[in-house]
Each structure stands twice: as structure tokens, then as C-alpha cells.
């Protein structure tokens, strides 16, 4: 019997969830026939990008080969998508090698993710948008305090033993709460007064967490205080040169290592793809993932833009959005195999956590117009069962 095949590109959050799903109820089985599944990316194994920030902070490994995810009854393709010909269904790609290879399909299911928003190579610093630079901010304050410890200039230790995160979104609010942690905790190692390091988080917003209400903004901010960790709000980092950051204001501040945690954006390659896009970069889609002019092709997570077609809510760009939108793509690409009416999205509930360091986070959401948050090691736990759900980790 002819199989149909179901290529999805992205072994990221959406990725993984998508190929869980089509594992457990493949949507071929509408039409009676066996479904071939291809997931292809270009690297061997699933990042855990949400977790940058700890292997900034210290050496945890936070990828998962795909073979050992998914060791039987998917085919894994380590290669990128150059090009779709939606004519013929096909999906032109290169692969780790160089070579140029091509696949044919009866649904793409495109899950390319979002990269971290980079500052231009002028403003100094280091970007947390991946592995690599995950190490050399490691090295980088390891580094600095060993050349603190080695100084008697206190000028120079105080700069040496200042870290500036530039972003106050919940990739910059983790990131400063895991280095107070790990940073001090070096230094007390190196014979440093732990007391003397500075981890300073930039917010251009008047506040933290705008998201939620005020209260629930200061509950978080006097948690990282209580780390020692100071929040500037309506200061906006513009480059950093020589250990020396320039602010909007004109005015200077020393520091030295400037972390830029600056948000996402859509995978900049979705264009050369030929696939229809918004004006900010997402995949246009309709309520049930469809992308527009492209028969058989889906697009979920964040390269996507999905609105919830009874509230006209666009949906968030975290990891857990992904858990829900995956199990609903395999039941719509089974009713569109069928003939029959398709689900359409619905919103994620108003849900965010935040690690402040290990075992502790917070986590809020909203209920009948109420704050919810819960704090300490139990926002911890929760805050690490969605990392774990997204990772597919029981």
C-alpha cells in the first residue's frame, strides 16, 4: 500500500511535539494508508533553547540527539530547507555535507522556530542566542574574575566583577537570576567577596513583566533584589565598548561583560523558502495552520503567526505554545485528508514562568480577572514541567 509522507522542518518545541503527535494518531489513517514521517534539521539533536541561560551560567548539557528522542519509526533527515515547488509537492534542501537533495511530500508541516535577536557587531557585548555563545559568555566572566582575583586595583575588580544583562524579557530575568547564583558563587571559590559582584538587568519599560499587572511586576522584581540583583527600568543599553556601556541618556557605566537578552525573531530563511509572510517575518496562516496558496503545508510554533479566530488573540511565542497547537495540527491534517470540517485554534490560557535561579521561580497566570502567583520551589517545579513537557522528558 502507498504510504504518505509527512515532512516536518524544525526539530525545535514545535518540531518534536509535532512528531509526538503524529506518532500517536497519524492522520494518514483517515484515508487508510501508512504514514512515512521525515523530520529534518539542520543539526542532530533538539536544543533547549529556553535553558541558554544555563549553560551560560554554568556547564549543564541542554541538547537531546533526535536518534535517542525518536529511535524508531521516524526517518531523521540533518539538513536545511532551501525551497518548496508546491506544484509537485516537493521540498528542496541541503544537507550537512553541502549537497543539494530534494523530497517529495504529501503534508510539510513547517516548524522552523525563531532566532534570538542579535545587536549589530559595533555594540560590543555577546548575544545569548546560542550554544556558542553560551560558552564564551561562560568563559567570558569565568575569565574576569580570575583576573579580578589576580588585581589589586579595586576599580578594575569592581569593573571585572560587573555584569550587565541588556533585556529585561524573560530570557534577561533568568539569565541574571542563574548568574547571581553561579558567579558568586565562583567567586567566594576564588577568595573574592561574593558581596562585591553586580549583576545589573536593563529594562527599557518602565517595569518589569508588563504583560501581567503592576503587583505582579514588583512581586518579581523584589525577588531578583533579594538575589542581589539590580533592575534599572527606562534605561536602554545602546552599545558596550573596552568594559564601558553607553546608555539612551548619554550617560556611561562600567561593566565587565555586557549579556544581550533582546527577544526573537522569526527565522529569517522562511523567505527564501517561497512561503507567504507577514510583514514582520511570520508565516501567515489561517485558523487551522494552513498557509495560504500552499495545498499540504502547515506551519505552527514561532514561525508562525496564529490568531484564535473567536478572539482575534495572536498566539504567544513560548515553548508551551507549542504542547497544545501539535495534537490539534494532527487532527486537522487528518479531517482535511478526509473531506471533513478541520478544528481551528484556540488560545493558550494566560500562563508564564520564570526560573530565578536554581529551585526557585515564579509563575503567573490569570483566572476570572485574578493574579495568580505562585513563588519559591513550587514555581520552580512548575516552571521546570513545562521546559520538560516541551522537551518531550517525562
Known sequence: ???????????????INTVKALLKASPAEAVGRPLRIVLMDKNAYHLRKVLLFRAAAGEEDITIPLSEMFPKGVELLQAEATGIESAEKRLRYKDARGAEGEIEYDWLVLATGSVVRRPKPEQGG????????????????????L??????????QEKRMTIAVAGAGISGIETAAELAYYVRADAERLGLDAGKVRIVLYNSEKRLFPTASAKVGRKLENALTAKGITVRHSVKVLREEAGRLTLADGRSEHAGLCIWTLGLLPNPRL??????????????VDGSYRVSG??????????????????GRIDGKTCKEAIGQAPRLIKIMAADA?????????????LFCFGLGPEQGLVWTRQWGLDIVVTGKLGWKIRKMTWDMASLIK
Not at 583576573?147 to 578594575?156: C, H, K, L, V
Not at 500552499?294 to 478572539?311: F, H, K, M, S, W
Open 1 to 15: 500500500m502507498e504510504t504518505m509522507t509527512c515532512v516536518v522542518v524544525g526539530g525545535g518545541y514545535a518540531g
Open 147 to 156: 583576573q579580578a582575583a589576580a588585581s589589586n586595583d579595586r576599580a578594575e
Open 294 to 311: 500552499l495545498p499540504g503545508v502547515y506551519a505552527i510554533g514561532d514561525n508562525a503567526r496564529i490568531v484564535d479566530p473567536a478572539t
Open 271 to 284: 523567505r527564501e523558502l517561497g512561503v507567504p509572510v507577514t510583514s514582520d517575518g511570520h508565516i501567515g
Open 338 to 350: 478526509a473531506g471533513r470540517p478541520a478544528p481551528v485554534h484556540k488560545s493558550y490560557l494566560d
Open 126 to 145: 555577546i548575544a545569548l542566542s546560542g550554544l556558542n555563545d553560551a560558552k564564551r559568555i561562560r568563559e567570558a566572566w569565568q575569565s574576569n574574575l
